[in-house]
Nanobody
Framework: QVQLVESGGGLVQAGGSLRLSCTTP????????MGWFRQAPGKELELVAG???????NYADSVKGRFTISTDNAKNTLYLQMNSLKSEDTAVYYC????????????WGQGTRVTVSS
């Protein structure tokens, strides 16, 4: 497990943009797979975007083309750039990590709330 600290949530108008950040211990990205998850009110947790230790990415169909997951290795920070936001994107967003090659995400941030208004 590694310590993850999230920031960047807030209130934004539909069509706007927001960038979430997740700070990690040094050199995390070489040995861990990273992911952004979200949970909307009354709904199940879902994977939004993933970033593997090998550099590959994947996205939920609902955000593909609008969201981008990336890392800044010098700052040990994971980002989620969210563009063209919709009201359906309203949720608490979490960053998470797992050991490369392992199937379970067992390190989680505290969550940051994103609210998209119409």
């Amino acid at each position: 497990q590694v310590q993850l600290v999230e920031s960047g949530g807030g209130l934004v108008q539909a069509g706007g943009s927001l960038r979430l950040s997740c700070t990690t211990p040094g050199r995390t990205f070489s040995t861990y797979d990273m992911g952004w998850f979200r949970q909307a009110p009354g709904k199940e947790l879902e994977l939004v975007a993933g970033f593997s230790s090998g550099g590959s990415t994947n996205y939920a169909d609902s955000v593909k083309g609008r969201f981008t997951i990336s890392t800044d290795n010098a700052k040990n920070t994971l980002y989620l750039q969210m563009n063209s936001l919709k009201s359906e994107d309203t949720a608490v967003y979490y960053c998470a990590a797992r050991r490369a090659g392992r199937g379970v995400y067992d390190s989680w941030g505290q969550g940051t709330r994103v609210t998209v208004s119409s």
